[in-house]
Structures are given as C-alpha cells and as structure tokens.
C-alpha cells in the first residue's frame, strides 16, 4: 500500500524538477512512511512512498524491468500475484522479487494494455515505457484506490493518489468547476472523473489511459463494467452456498500478510461475515476492533461483541465521545475536495484504533451495493410499483402539486413523509432516486445558490451524472438500475473515497473482500428477488449466513455509522457553524444567498426544522476552500 505520484512530459524529453516532483512525494508521506524514492529521467519522474505489507525485503519502488526502460509505480495489491508469476514464467520471465509490482512489470511487456485484465485486487498504477515512448495508466475496477492527473499549460502531465500531490506541483491553478461544486451539494462528494478543480480529474473505476509523448492527452478508456443480466438459472440453496464459497475464496486471497493483520467489526451483517469467514480459514484469533459511542442511539457494539465471543477473536473496542467534532479542519486537509459524508469522523477513529494493533485491516464495504441492503433500496422499489401504476403526466399532474402543499416533516421516519413520497412518485425512476440521495435537494439548492452561480452552471444539473451511468446499466430492471449507478457514484466517490483517505491517514492498509470482482459479476447475474424480497434487504446473503452468524445480528434493523449532526449544529458547534457560512471563506464566494443561509441556521437553531444535513454540507464546503487557501479567489478564478 503507497503513495504514488509523477511527472510525464508529454512535448518532448525536458527533465523534471526534482525540487517539484520531492515536495509532491512528500505531500503523501502519510500513505507510506515506511520508504520513499524518486526516479528522473528526461521526460518522466515518479516518486513513490511506501507502507511495507508485502516482499518487505526487494519491494521497494519503483520497479522496473530487467533493463530499466519499462518504470512502474504502483498502489494497493493485487491478490492473485501468485499465480500471475506462475503465469508468466511459462512464457519465460524471470522474476527477481516476491512483489506483486513486479507482476504488473511483466504483465505489462506481455500483455501490453490488456495486462489489466489479467490483475485481480484493488491498484491504480502508472507505467513508463522508454521504448514506446509512452505512459500508461489504470485503476482498479470498483475505484478502491484513487489516481488523479491533470496536464498544466506548459506541456507536464502530473498524477498522484491524492490531488495534494498534484497542487504541490505549484504549476497547477485552483480554478474551481462550478458543476462539480453543484454536484457536491447535491451528493455530498465530487463524483468520478471530476474533481473540485476544472484542469484536475480522477481516472474512473475500470479505466486506463495510454499517453504517447507528442500527441494530445486522449480520453481514458473504460475496460471493465459489471453487467447485470439477472439470468442466473439457480435455486436458493445452491446460491447460498455459491455464496459461502466465494466469499471465502474473497476473504483467503486477502489474508497474505508479513505484517499484522486483522477486521474492523461493525457489528453489521457485512463485517460480521468477513470476520466469519476469517475466523474459519484460519486457527488463529482474528484481531477485530469496534468504535463505540457513549450515545446509546449511535452504539452497536453489543452485536459486534456477539460475533467477536462467537468466533473469540481477540477484540478491542475504545467508545468515542458522541462529540467528537474536533475533526473537520483535519477531513478537509485529508479529503482534499468537499466531502460531507459525516461518518468519516467514526471511520477515522476505527482507522485510528486498528493501527494500534495491525497494518492491514478486512472491511465489509461493497456490500450493499451488490447484496441488496441499503434502506432506500425497498423505499424506491416500493415507489416504483406506485410509479408503475399511473402515467408520467399524470403522476406529475397529481403528485408534483401534491408535494408542493404538503408540509416537510424530516423528522419522521420517511415512510411517513408524505412531501418526500409523493416528490418521488412525480419523478421518473432514475430522478426520483437522485432526489433519494440527495443531501441538498432542488429547491433548497436553488434557494441557495446565488444568481451570479447559477450562471456559471449554464443550466447543467447533477442528475445528469445518474442518467448518464442508467443509459450505460443495458438493464430494465429498476433494482438493479440503481444498484449500477451506486456501483458507479456512491461507492467510489463516497465509500471508497471516506475509507481509503481515513486509513492511509493512519498509514493501515484496508482490503476489501465484498468488492472482488468475480464476486460482484456473479452476484450481478442473480436475480433481484433474490437480493431484495419484500422488506427483507440482502435477503440471499443473510439466509447464506445463517450457519455463520448470530440472528439478532442478520435480522436486526440496519443502524449505520452516524454521528449526532443535529445536536452538535444546535449546541457546541453552533457559533462556529455561524461564523463560517456568515463571515467565513464561503461568504466570500459570491455564490450562495446569504438569506438562505440565515434562514437554515434560525430555522434549525431553533428546532423549527432539521436543516442538519444541508448546514454540514455547507460547514465541510467552508472548511474545504479555508484549507485550500480559497475564498474570494474562486469566484474570481471560476468567474
């Protein structure tokens, strides 16, 4: 697990500033404070730091072939090294190292571009060939691991696993892209390929770019995609234990270590079952930690501990104070861009508390996306019968009146918001579930931006990020479209993004067996009824793990990892929230109306209407330009 970071001179062969390419380097320390080491030679550059978790000895990088003129950096691991090696000896490679860089060296002079096809695991890489005269870049199939790029004016290609790496270049400018602001509002991160920055992307989950020296920076190509064709012939039973199988086959790939590894434990179904499965394919205790909270409202330990008694890992739990709020200025410093998922504080914390312990952690994320599981998966499904039932127009004519008259009532749980049910049955499927996921929904968004904005927006809206990826699911079947685009926005612009920076903040490297890429293809043949069934979300993977886990944890309603936003934004974060969206580098924007912002802050100050999740989305925004050095100058910038 590393950092990796780079310059590609794509005019000719100009030798890169060491100066330049050490302080890039050096703004990732925390990915890999292990090693570090640069490579310059005329045209390219690459810096890399390294978190020793594999081949410890003849890992280092970066790594290059037996004559140096193929350079590769290389971050995450890909698990099936192994047999990629076995792979290659037989057509006559020699291998120096035990590291799996060395793997994707040869996979390279082999295979060429298509040597992604051949990885399995989480990476994002960069590749220099000295003879092809080119740079090669590719990142992991679900966006595990991140790789951003952008190309200055005067001709240099910078990349780097964090955008830090790439503004410490200093020849970049931090001219913000009002849609990508727009679409942070309304999702609460910045989605794939976009970043915050106009000139800066991100390469997206299941691409790769090939740059050649002398021609202009072509579009990435996307060389993976999960198909959802739903044609699976098979029973529940025999899906159930397909399921057991691979997810043991997921969990041992992940288990190859020469340092301390071990599991978060949520004390959720997804964690539960990796730590099940570890605890089966290994005779020693697994090592598991669990953050609590001394709010008992926003506290699970008690499931997490039965799994833990059940299988006698060696358990660790630390209880978090449920004001735990001290970290915004350190997510914004992290997070680089605006991110306003506010469960990044606990991540943070059980990031914090396994590296006390381990280097290496298992997690359960990717498992809602592909099981089933999410709460708004049976709400949308549920509307989408009512949807079914009457024409747009008419759902449109009846409904979109209906939910202008109705009262808001956030504080209800949503099936009884009447407002936000019938807001989604006027919509057609795929804008009703973008309202679904929406922090600052339309007509807050529209109260909020400033004229002068919504300019520069020339009427582009975030919902187009979901259309675009529902036009590319070849799916009819409304479950699965909604699992595709969450496939392709949420899990890596959100969850991907919130564990990837809050571990490496702790230099622990987190692997994620639920996301194996066989795993998820052979999940999206299954049929939707075997996911979601009635109210019963995950319904085949929790009937798969019945002989592994606890019922009071299969069966028990879903909690999720939340901190208490409404109270700190009424008690102790109150004047701070004031004073940063009144007078702070926000305000200074020009973008937002500030009588909208006065109204949320009175309205939820005094407890009139919850406006939490918008009056943090703005607070995180704030926090972002401050860090950036940002305020009157992106407008400036932008306008």
């Known amino acids: ?120 695991g989480m990476f994002a890489f960069m590749i220099h060939d000295r003879r092809r005269e080119c740079l090669f870049m590719a990142r992991d199939r679900l966006g595990v691991k991140p790789l951003h790029y952008a190309l200055t004016a005067d001709g240099w290609l910078l990349f780097g696993s964090e955008l830090k790496s790439l503004m410490a270049h200093g020849g970049l400018r931090q001219e ?222 009846v409904f979109g009146p209906l939910a202008r008259l109705y009262p808001k009532a956030d504080w209800a749980p949503r099936v009884f918001r009447a407002k936000t049910t019938f807001q989604a049955i006027a919509r057609n499927s795929v804008d009703a579930y973008f309202n679904t996921m929406g922090l600052v929904r339309d007509p807050m968004r529209h109260a909020l931006f400033s004229d002068a904005f919504k300019r520069e927006l020339q009427g582009w809206h975030a919902s187009e990020v979901f259309h675009a990826h529902a036009q590319r699911a070849d799916t009819d079947d409304p479950l699965a479209v909604i699992q595709y685009i969450d496939l392709h926005t949420y899990l890596p612009g959100d969850i991907n993004t919130k564990v990837d920076r809050a571990s490496m903040a702790h230099s622990l490297e987190v692997r994620e067996p639920l996301m194996d890429h066989p795993l998820v293809e052979w999940l999206a043949t299954l049929p939707s009824s075997l996911k979601l069934r009635g109210q019963e979300g995950k319904y085949l993977f929790k009937k798969a793990l019945e002989p592994m886990l606890p019922h009071d944890v299969l069966y028990r309603p879903k909690m999720g990892f939340a901190v208490p936003l409404a109270r700190w934004l009424r008690g102790p974060l109150r004047e701070a929230t004031r004073q940063a969206l009144q007078h702070g580098a926000l305000a200074q924007t020009g973008w937002f109306n500030p009588a909208t912002i006065a109204r949320l802050l009175d309205q939820h100050e005094r407890g009139q209407l919850d406006h939490a999740q918008p009056l943090w989305v703005l607070l995180m925004f704030d926090a972002f330009l401050r860090n950036a050095g940002l305020g009157q100058a992106a407008a400036r910038a932008a306008a």
């Not at 780079?6 to 390419?21: A, C, K, N, Y």
């Not at 570090?36 to 000895?57: W, Y």
């Not at 800066?200 to 060389?223: D, F, I, S």
Request: hydrophobic fraction near 35%.
């Open 1 to 120: 697990m590393c950092g990796i970071t780079g310059i590609f001179d794509i005019r000719s062969q100009r030798l890169p500033e060491r100066d330049r390419l050490h302080r890039m380097n050096e703004s990732q320390h925390h990915r890999g404070p292990d090693e570090g080491d640069l490579h310059i030679e005329p045209g390219v550059g690459f810096g890399h730091r390294r978190l020793s978790v594999i081949d410890i000895a003849t890992g280092q990088q970066p790594i290059f072939n037996d004559d140096k003129t193929v350079a590769l950096v290389f971050n995450g691991e890909v698990y099936n090294y192994l047999e990629l090696m076995d792979e290659l000896r037989g057509h006559g490679y020699v291998f120096r190292t035990k590291s799996d860089s060395e793997a994707i060296v040869r996979a390279w002079e082999h295979w060429g571009e298509d040597c992604v096809h051949h990885l399995r």
């Open 176 to 397: 913000l892209d009002p849609r990508a602001v727009e679409a942070y509002f309304a999702l609460g991160y910045v989605p794939d390929p976009a970043t915050i920055y106009k000139h800066a992307y991100k390469l997206a989950p299941g691409h790769r770019l090939l740059v050649k020296r002398g021609e202009a920076v072509g579009t990435p190509q996307r060389y993976w995609d999960v198909k959802f064709t739903l044609d699976a012939q098979i029973g529940e039973q025999e899906a159930a234990e397909e399921l057991r199988r691979r997810l043991a086959e997921a969990v041992k790939l992940r288990l190859k270590s020469e340092v301390p590894l071990g599991a978060f434990l949520s004390g959720g179904v997804d964690s539960s079952a990796v730590v099940a499965a570890m605890a089966q394919l290994d005779e020693q205790p697994v090592n598991t930690c669990s953050i609590g909270f001394d709010d008992p409202q926003f506290n699970e330990t008690q499931f997490a501990q039965m799994v833990a008694d059940r299988y006698r890992t060696n358990h660790r739990v630390e209880t978090v104070d449920s004001d735990d709020f001290g970290l915004v200025d350190l997510l914004a410093h992290l997070y680089d861009e605006p991110y306003a998922d506010s469960s990044a504080i606990p991540t943070y914390r059980v990031c914090e508390l396994a590296r006390k312990h381990v280097t290496v952690a298992l997690s359960g994320d990717g498992g809602d996306e592909s099981f089933g599981g999410y709460r708004r998966y049976k709400m949308h499904m549920m509307e989408e019968r009512m949807r079914g039932a009457f024409p747009l127009a008419l759902r449109r004519g």
